[in-house]
């Protein structure tokens, strides 16, 4: 329930922007902020993640869900657009501390094998927001304004403070039992960072473009508000099936898998570039969008926890910061291109992403292919006598 209402924070802005930017009397651009402002609190994810490390994970999650309340409270209640930037961006640092802990207890519990899966379990109760929590928020939107949603998150928040009260154990992260400085130490590797700038660009890919896609299914695809959470529901459960299918690919080959899904993303915001005016080809490229993107971040964060080794915290609210950096900065992009050319460029900018992200995912393919060699040559020479002749 946690990381359900955490997602439908993040996301359910998009489809409110036709709303919240008629009454607050501010274009879409300007409305898209709510979007770039809460990315760039979840940016700080690593160091609420730091400060957060000796505190139990039950008193985290908690405080988290607190904060995460009272933000929504004050977007409900006022209509200075500052003040709505302000707790957008508190809320984001809650929601960040919040993603950590339960990736890296879910990631814990799994073990190595089956991290890329419990992590995709963890993040799929925040992409089913993009399934049910948007498309309900964008209707609750149509029905009372737009600032019912927000009311109601805040409540559920409320509510699921009791649950983890009762069942999360008060005990502390294990990742204390490793000290600070070689969990920093454990960050300094290569291959993480090839990781994180895939993290970025597939943010920047995906959700710059999920970000206005209310805008661009009405303007420019022409689909009416009334069947605009259709349009959302069903980038959702391309969203979702790629969540949690992907970790079953992932165990055999990580590599490969996140590869396969950065190119679909290509392949599916290319064509949407030329062929928006159509509703439904929108929708259907949509969502097998959502579906290999958002199927592909389970799999990176997974590599991050195995490339951080000792720091598996410190490495999934790594991950959070990036994936959001790639969301502000995307989302930011796009609003700058609409003022200049419309709706038409929402996918333009998303696909040219998507064309860069290859790039990372093609690199972390290469390294592994040298690494496996030079596993494959170290162990051949472990089994030969000197004449290079095979003893075992």
């Known amino acids: 329930m946690g990381t359900f209402l955490m997602g439908t924070s993040e996301f359910v802005v998009a489809g409110l922007l036709p709303d919240i930017s008629s009454d607050l009397v501010i274009g879409t ?35 988290a869900l607190a904060v995460y309340a009272a933000g929504h409270v004050v977007v409900a209640l006022t209509d200075d657009l500052s003040v709505i930037l302000v707790s957008r961006f508190v809320t984001a640092l809650a929601t960040g501390a919040f993603w950590s802990i339960a990736a890296s207890v879910a990631s814990r519990v799994a073990g190595p094998d089956a991290s890329a899966r419990a992590i995709g379990l963890v993040l799929s109760g925040g992409i089913l927001a993009t399934v049910i929590g948007v498309p309900l928020g964008s209707i609750a939107g149509q029905l009372v304004g737009w600032r019912g949603p927000f009311w109601i998150l805040a409540v559920m928040a409320l509510l699921a403070t009791i649950p983890i009260a009762r069942f999360v154990p008060d005990g502390s992260s294990s990742s204390t039992a490793v000290p600070l400085r070689s969990q920093l130490a454990a960050l300094a590797t290569g291959r993480l960072w090839v990781v994180m700038a895939a993290c970025v660009l597939i943010s920047c890919a995906v959700m710059s473009t999920y970000s206005f896609i209310a805008p661009l299914l009405t303007e420019r695809s022409g689909l009416s508000s009334e069947l605009l959470p259709v349009g959302l529901a069903i980038f959702g459960v391309g969203a979702v099936t790629g969540t949690l299918n992907s970790g079953r690919f992932a165990g055999r080959a990580p590599y490969v898998t996140a590869l396969t899904g950065g190119v679909v993303v290509a392949i599916a915001l290319s064509l949407l570039s030329v062929l928006s005016s159509d509703a439904t080809i929108s929708i259907a490229l949509l969502a097998f969008a959502g579906m290999a993107g958002l199927g592909t971040n389970p799999v990176l964060m997974s590599m991050a926890v195995r490339f951080a080794e000792g720091a598996p915290t410190l490495a999934t609210s790594l991950c959070t910061s990036m994936f959001n950096l790639g969301t502000a900065f995307g989302s930011w992009v796009t609003g700058q291109a609409i003022v200049g050319y419309g709706p038409v460029a929402i996918p333009v900018v998303g696909a040219v992403f998507a064309v860069i992200l290859v790039v990372p995912l093609t690199a972390l393919v290469v390294l592994d292919l040298g690494r496996s060699r030079r596993t494959d040559t170290t162990s051949a020479g472990q089994c030969a006598d000197k004449d290079g002749v095979a003893i075992c």
Request: charged letters at 10%; hydrophobic letters at 60%.
């Open 29 to 63: 651009s300007e409305a898209g902020l709510l979007v770039t402002a809460f990315a760039i609190g979840m940016i700080a994810t690593p160091v609420i993640a730091i400060a957060t490390l000796k505190v139990s994970e039950r008193t985290t999650l908690l405080a």
